[in-house]
C-alpha cells in the first residue's frame, strides 16, 4: 500500500501544479492592463494583433483565425496522446515494467508543465511565428536565436519523420491483418507518401481548414481517450491486474526484471507525449489575441496531457493481455480494440486519424520555423521560402520544402537502418529530444540570465507566473538539459554524431549567412511605423494580383 501512496501523491502532485499554476496566471492576466476585445470586431482584433505585430519590426502576411481550441490543438495534436501512446506504450511498458505508469508519467508530467509554463510566458511577451528562433533572438540577440532557430528546425523535421515512418508502419501492419495482403516495402513507402502528401496539400487551402483541423485533431484525441477508457471499464475492468501493479518495476509477462536505466529509457519513451507543446507559439501571427491564447493553449496542452494520460495509461496497463489477438504489433491497438468487438475498425480508423492530425501539426509548425528563419535572411535561397501564397496566404513553399525533406531522411534513415542496424525509433527520438530539448533551454536560459532585457518584454505579456517564474525557469533549464543527455546515453549516441553533423552545418551557415542574417534583424528593429506600413501594401497589392 505504501507504493500506491506515493505514486497517488504524485499524480496529485500533478493535477494541483497544473491547477495552482493555471490560477496564478489567470490571475496575473486580468490584473494586467491587456484588453481581450471580445466584444469588438473582427477587423479590431485584427488590427490590435497588427499593431502588436509592428512593434517587433514584421508585417502582417499570415492570415490570423486561430482562436483558442485551435492554438490549443496545434500543440495537443504534436504532443499526440493518442498516437505517442500507440508508437511507444509497449515499448515502455516493456523496458520499465508498469512502474513507468505508476512513477514515471507523473514525474514527467511534473517537470513538462514547468518547461511549458515558462515558454508560455516567453511567447506570451513573443508573440510571433519564429517561436525559439524569435524567443531566443529577442533575449539574446542574433546568435542564440540563430542557432536556436535551426536546431529547432533539426528537431522538428526529424519529429515529423518518426511521427510519419512509425504511423506507417504502424497502419501496413493492421490493415494488412484487416484486408489480408502482405505488408513489404511497398506497402509501407505507400502508406508513408500518402502521410506526407495528404499533409501537404492540406495546408494549401487557408487558415479555416488550419483552425478546422487543429480543432477537430484536439476533440478527435480526447474522445478516442475517454472512450477507450470507458471501453475498457464497462468490458474489461476490473482489468487483469490489481491497482498497485502499476508500481512495480519488473516485468511479471515477460519475465524480465526491472533496474533503474530501463525504468528511466522507459519513462523517457513516454516523454515523447510532452515533446511539442511550443507548437502553438508558432502560430502566433495567425492566432487571434496571441498574447493571451498562444500561452494558454501551450500550458493546457500539456496539462490536459498529463492528467488525461495518466488515467488512459493507467487503465490500459491494468488491462494488459484483455486483447491479445488484435491488431498488428502494437500493445496499445490490441488494448484500444479489444473491448469494441464489430466497432473496432471504427476505433482504428479514429486512430490513424489522429496519427495523421499528428503530422498534419508538426508539419505546420516546421514550416512556420523556417518561414520565420528566411524572412529575417537565416537561410539558403531566403526569398524563396519566405514567400507566403496569394490564395491560401500560407507559406506553401516552406512548406513542400520541409515534406521533401523530410521525405528523403526517411530513406536515408532506412539506409542508415539497414546499414548499421539502427533501432529507428530509439534513434529518431533521441535526435528529436536532443535538438529540441536544447533549443527550448537556449530562451529559457537566456530569459533567467538576462534579466534587463526580459524585464522590457516582460512589461507587455499578460500571461505571467510572477514571483514563481524564475524558480520553474531553473527548474525546467536543468530537466531539459539532463534529458537530452540521458536520451543520447539510453536511446543511440548515434545521435549526438547526427547532431554535431548538423551544428557544424548550422556554424558553416553561419559564416556565410551570418551578415545578412544580421542586417535583416537590425533593418526589422529600426522599421518605424510607416515603413511597415508601406511593406503591407505592397504584400497586399502583390496578393490581389495588382
Not at 170 to 192: E, K, N
Request: aromatic share 12%.
Amino acid at each position: 500500500m505504501g507504493f500506491v501512496l506515493v505514486g497517488a501523491l504524485l499524480f496529485a502532485a500533478v493535477c494541483a501544479t497544473a491547477i495552482a499554476l493555471a490560477v496564478l496566471a489567470e490571475r496575473r492576466v486580468r490584473a494586467s492592463r491587456h484588453l481581450t476585445l471580445g466584444d469588438q470586431t473582427e477587423y479590431v482584433r485584427w488590427m490590435r494583433d497588427k499593431h502588436d505585430l509592428n512593434r517587433f519590426g514584421l508585417a502582417q502576411q499570415l492570415r490570423r483565425g486561430l482562436g483558442g481550441l485551435s492554438s490549443f490543438g496545434a500543440s495537443f495534436n504534436v504532443m499526440s496522446l493518442i498516437g505517442s501512446s500507440a508508437v511507444l506504450f509497449g515499448p515502455a511498458l516493456m523496458l520499465g515494467g508498469p512502474a513507468v505508469i505508476g512513477y514515471g508519467w507523473p514525474i514527467v508530467a511534473l517537470f513538462s508543465l514547468a518547461v511549458c509554463a515558462s515558454q508560455a510566458e516567453i511567447a506570451s511577451a513573443v508573440p510571433t511565428a519564429g517561436g525559439c528562433y524569435h524567443w531566443a533572438a529577442a533575449l539574446g540577440g542574433r546568435r542564440w536565436g540563430w542557432y536556436a532557430g535551426w536546431l529547432h528546425l533539426s528537431g522538428y523535421g526529424a519529429l515529423l519523420v518518426l511521427v510519419n515512418v512509425t504511423a506507417a508502419g504502424l497502419l501496413d501492419a493492421y490493415a494488412s491483418q484487416r484486408f489480408g495482403y502482405t505488408p513489404g516495402a511497398l506497402t509501407f513507402w505507400s502508406w508513408t507518401l500518402a502521410l506526407f502528401g495528404t499533409q501537404a496539400a492540406a495546408h494549401h487551402a487557408g487558415i479555416r481548414l488550419l483552425a478546422a483541423v487543429h480543432a477537430a485533431g484536439a476533440w478527435l484525441q480526447a474522445l478516442l481517450a475517454v472512450a477507450i477508457i470507458a471501453g475498457l471499464v464497462w468490458i474489461v475492468w476490473p482489468g487483469t491486474y490489481p491497482a498497485d501493479w502499476l508500481y512495480r518495476f519488473d516485468n511479471p509477462v515477460l519475465g524480465t526484471e526491472g533496474d533503474l536505466w530501463a525504468f528511466a529509457a522507459g519513462t523517457l519513451l513516454l516523454m515523447r507525449a510532452f515533446i511539442g507543446g511550443d507548437a502553438a507559439g508558432h502560430a502566433g501571427e495567425e492566432t487571434v489575441d496571441p498574447r493571451i491564447r498562444v500561452p494558454w493553449g501551450m500550458f493546457l496542452s500539456a496539462a490536459y496531457v498529463a492528467v488525461i494520460g495518466f488515467v488512459l495509461l493507467a487503465f490500459m496497463a491494468l488491462s494488459w493481455g484483455a486483447g491479445a489477438d488484435a491488431a498488428g504489433g502494437s500493445l496499445f491497438l490490441q488494448l484500444a480494440l479489444a473491448p469494441w468487438k464489430a466497432a473496432g475498425p471504427v476505433v482504428a480508423a479514429g486512430i490513424a486519424l489522429a496519427l495523421w492530425f499528428s503530422g498534419f501539426a508538426v508539419l505546420g509548425t516546421a514550416s512556420r520555423s523556417l518561414f520565420a528563419l528566411a524572412r529575417d535572411q537565416a537561410a539558403p535561397r531566403s526569398f524563396l521560402w519566405a514567400q507566403v501564397s496569394a490564395k491560401s496566404h500560407m507559406p506553401v513553399r516552406a512548406i513542400w520544402l520541409i515534406t521533401a525533406a523530410g521525405l528523403a531522411c526517411a530513406v536515408l534513415l532506412d539506409t542508415a537502418v539497414w546499414l548499421q542496424r539502427l533501432s529507428p525509433v530509439s534513434f529518431t527520438l533521441a535526435f528529436v529530444m536532443l535538438c529540441l530539448h536544447i533549443a527550448y533551454a537556449i530562451p529559457i536560459g537566456l530569459k533567467l540570465t538576462r534579466r534587463n532585457r526580459w524585464s522590457q518584454l516582460e512589461a507587455d505579456a499578460p500571461w505571467q507566473l510572477g514571483g514563481w517564474g524564475k524558480p520553474l525557469g531553473w527548474i525546467a533549464f536543468v530537466w531539459l538539459l539532463l534529458t537530452a543527455a540521458a536520451a543520447v546515453y539510453l536511446f543511440s549516441v548515434w545521435a549526438a554524431a547526427a547532431a554535431a553533423i548538423i551544428l557544424l552545418v548550422v556554424i558553416i551557415m553561419d559564416f556565410r549567412y551570418g551578415k545578412r542574417h544580421k542586417e535583416g534583424l537590425e533593418n526589422a528593429s529600426r522599421r518605424t511605423r510607416d515603413e511597415i506600413i508601406r511593406m503591407e501594401r505592397t504584400y497586399h497589392r502583390r496578393m490581389s494580383g495588382k
